[in-house]
Each structure stands twice: as C-alpha cells, then as structure tokens.
C-alpha cells in the first residue's frame, strides 16, 4: 500500500484514541446548506459503598489487551497486543474520591503492520516506556484523571487510559437487576448499563455517549476527525466479597481520522486478579504524582502531528498532474455511480463489496493528496482555479480539495467563484456549499458570507453557512467571532418578516447550535404563528443544554402543541439527540396517543432507532409494533 507514513501515522492516532469504543452516539450535527433539507481495583470493600476501595490495599492483575487497526479494505494497518501484570496500589481515599498508583511489570508488547522495521522500533518503545508508574483518579468509581510522565507518547497515554477504563467499578446494589452509570473511556464520556446476571455477576454494556474525547478539540481543527461509529460494546464484570476479580470489555469501531479512509479498530481488555503473584512493592502508595502530566478524562491527548510530514507522505510519488489526471479518469469511469453506490450496501455481493472497496479506496488516495498540494504548493491553486473554469470533470473533488484544506487561500477562491455571476449557477452553488463547510474557516471567511447575503442568489448559503462556520469557530476556541456570527442570524430574525426567509435564517441558527440561541427561540415558541414555533424547534436541535430537552418533550405533547407540523417538529429535532428523559417518554406518548398518524410513525420509528442502543426501549416497541405499519 503507499503511502505508507500516512496510514502509520494515523494508525497510531487513532490506536491511541481508541480504547473501548462507542455504543450509541448523540447525532451528529446535520448541516442545512441547501433547499433540502480494565479495571482492576484492587479492591471493593463494599458493593454497596458509595467508596468501593481501602486506603492503602495492595493487588496484582493480570492484563490482557489488544487493538487491531484495519482500513477500509480489511487491510492490516496496525496490530497492537500488551501483556503484562498490573500493580495497583490505593494510595487514598477521601469522601468519593480515590487515587490509585499503577505499574505495568514485565510488559510484553507486540506490533504489527505495514512497515516491520518500523513498527518493530515503536514496539520496543513502547514496551520501555509502559515500565513507567502512572496515577489514576476516581470519583465515584467513574475514572476522573491521569497522571503520567511528562513526555509520554501517545501510545502509551492511549493504552493507560484503556487499563483505567476497565478499572472502573460503579456502586453496584445487591438489589438492583440493572443501573446505569456515566463512565470515561479512550473515546469520551460514555452511559454504560449492567446488567445482573448472578451474585457478584454483572454483563456491562455501552449504551450512548454523552460527549466525544475528540468531539470539541479545538486545538488544532486538523486533527480532528469524525465520530466514531460504534458496532458493538460489550463486557463482564465479575465480583467476589467485595473485590474485582475479572473486567472483560470488547469493543468495534469504526473512524475516520485526517480524511485518510474509513479505519476499523477492534480492541479487547481483560483484567483478572492473580492472587498467586508476588504483591507489589509497597512503595508504590507513596508514588509521587507531583511532577507529572495530570490529563483529564474528558481531555484528549496526543503527540503533535507533523502536518508538513503527513501531507509529504500524501504526496509522495505523485504530482499535482497525477492526481488531476486519476481524479478526471475516476470521474469519467461509468462504472462511478454503481460503484459509488455500493460502498456501504449491505445487499451486495462479495464481489461488489470488494470492487466497490477497492474503487474508493484508489480515489481517496487521489483526493486526499488534493488539500495537501493546496496547503505545500500554492502554486497549485491557480491550477484548481483554472481547471474549475474550464469545467473540468474533477471540479467536484477539486471544490472538495479547496474546502478541506483548511487554508484561508483556498476560502477565497471559493468565495471568488461563488460571486462570478458569469458562472453556470451549479458551480457557484457547489462553491458557496463548500465555503460553509469548509475546514478550519477564518473569521475573514465567515465575514465575507454574511456580505453575501445582499445577493439574492447567495442569500440562503449566506445564512445557512454562517450558522455552520459559528459552530466551527467556536468548537477551534474562537467565542468571540461565533458569537458574532449569532448575533447577526438573530438581528436578521427581528426584522425579517417574510415566512420563508424567516424559516432560512431559523435553520442557519440550528446550525451553529450556540447555547445564546436558547432565550430568543424559548420566547419564539410563545409565538402564535405555527411556522416560528416549529422553526425555534429545530433551531435549538444541537444545543447542548438538558432544557432543550424539556422544550422539545413539552411540545410533542398534543394537549399544549395542536399544530400536528409543530409537534413533527419536535420529533425532527428530538432526532439529533440521545436517547434519554424526559424525550423518550414523550416519544413514548406520541408514538401511541398522538392524533396525527405520521407524528406516530414518526415518533415510533425514533423510538425504534434508539431501541439498538437503549434496550429499555426494547419490550416497548415490541408492545406498540402492531398498531404501526411497517416501514
């Protein structure tokens, strides 16, 4: 495969973002931009303690991980086994808060991939630097920080927060059969249900994730990356007189990290008590964390990528030529559109799947080398600008090209073809979509969209763009100019008075998703007129605030909301959101009582949706199955 250096690099990204992975996820936020819309603790002392560990216990585990990194195509990036005894020392306890010191002994380290001289030296290094003690806090059983040697890799960062995952025991009732608690994993804050299944037996499952660990990195946009997409999270957890005797977690994700493909990663963690091993050193209660790295469970860590050495390993052995040259072959290929179609068809054949997988694979090497030549030869931009002009067949991923490189120069020229008024109109629309979703926008960009909304012709992207970019300028740390792109939607929403531009600039503030949005459209779903009300709905759909959910719960009901389009509304909005109350239950209601038969549907087939993830859900749509048609 080429690009070797590429697919290494972002292997070990992703290996060291991915743990234990995502069950169900809050939706992703979904853009309007056009017309259409481990865990060995030594010790429990109590189960039903709200504090399950004793100061100063001692104990030994027997740790087994793995993580397997494959692309798209199955194909083998990174192989990743650790092996090794876990000691772990209670250094304190105080009130709900417990601090564990922690060493890896005898660590054996395997690793496998594309490059074995390489992966054979990051084997060895990583074996070395796991011998290094770490800390781990807890606060009520759920992982709360780290602490590690300064200078630690990303690697090593990323398989501690694994052990320490699996380390984590919630307050466990002998009378409850089920409980949820709120736990951190290698990708963020996460609901996890257990399940019991006998005395001191209890089956653990992942059911949604209440925010990403790289979800609002804003520290460097570039390597931000989409959410994972969980398949499967599944685990044991097995106790005996108060103390953790085996933490079994599996779990199957799929990312995509730095635009480089679509990457699966499988990653198993087992963590029994060896009660024949030596006990540990006893020095390692006094541990002293001062001088180390403390990482938040929320917070995530990385080695800085080289950008410049990534987008070489995306260039290498090619020319901006080449890649035109691949991308306008790829675009006139009429095998596109049935291949294109079959990339994520579960319907189709072994054959189909593999060409279909070998096609996208073979133009995303090609695309993505595009926002490289852009952001290491500018030079090429005239060269994009040209070949667009003269309608080439790569317009399309050139536009793309320019969007995701996220340079100011590349904004421009988007922005200067979607003002050409000698321009087909399609071009200039596809430039004005990719000026709003592009990466890592400046506040430069987001100001010369706002100006375009006097064109009559741009007036809709302009609005809908803006709400994209105040997402996005917030998300990179930029309060200032996302508010100000806020601001400006909301000053536009008091003097417009037309129902349909009103309806735009509603759905370009559900873009940007800011919590400043929250008063203005609480006060608009007051409003006698039906269309402001279910538009303040749906402006409020990524708003991350426990109030939106009481709005759209309070409006799904029948008795407060008699417009049947608001209360379609509120289960749009509910859509984008996790599965949780008071939503479910006022999905549960309008799925069985609400007067309209598609608000039914609509509400039931949420529901549904959610069940995969929620298997609370799951004997109540068995119970409201017959009285809703099949879909």
Known sequence: ??????????????????????????????DIVHESTSEPTLAVANITNTVPWRSGELGVYRVEMSSRLADSSNHLLLDLSVEAHLHVAV?????????????????????????????????????????????????????????????????????RRTLLSGLQVPVLSPDARSIEAREFDANGEVVVRYTKIDEGSWRLEKQSYVRGLYENDGADAMQQGPRPVLKSAKGNLLMADGRLVRAERSDVVHVDIMDAGGMRSHTALSVALDTTAPPPDASLLSLDASAMTVLAADKPWHTPLDIGAMDAAR??????????????AKAKDPRRRGLWSK??????????????????????RYFSALPAFFRQQPQTLKRAEKEIRRGSPATTSLIGGLSSSGIAAAQQLLLKLARDTKLDAALRE????????????????????RALYADAFSKRYAVFGTGIISRKLRESGDEAAALAGVNWLLSLLQTESVAAERRDILRGLANAGHPAVLAPMERLLASDVMLDRAGALEALRLVRDPVVDERIAHHLRASVEPEGAVREAAVQAASTRRSADPLRQALIAAAKTDPEKRVRGLAFKLLRQWSAHDPALVPIIASMAEFHEPS
């Open 430 to 449: 596809s430039a004005l979509r990719n000026v709003a979703q592009c990466r890592q926008p400046t506040v430069e960009t987001a100001e010369a969209l």
């Open 315 to 328: 260039m290498e052995g090619l020319t901006f030529d080449a890649v035109l040259k691949a991308l306008v």
């Open 91 to 159: 250094q304190r306890v105080q009130g709900s808060r417990t601090t564990l010191s922690l060493a890896l002994v005898g660590p054996l380290v395997r690793l496998e991939g594309d490059d074995p001289s390489r992966t054979s030296a990051q084997a060895a290094s990583l074996q070395d630097e796991l011998t290094q003690p770490f800390v781990g806090t807890f606060h009520r059983g759920a992982m709360e920080e780290m602490g590690f040697s300064s200078g630690a890799s990303a690697f090593a960062v990323g398989v």
């Open 343 to 364: 990339k994520n068809d579960e319907t189709a054949s072994e054959v189909q799947a593999k060409d279909a997988a070998e096609w996208t694979e073979d133009w995303s």
């Open 1 to 30: 495969m080429k690009a070797i250096v590429l697919k290494i690099g972002v292997a070990i990204l992703a290996l060291s973002a991915l743990g234990c992975g995502k069950k169900q996820q809050d939706a992703q936020p979904t």
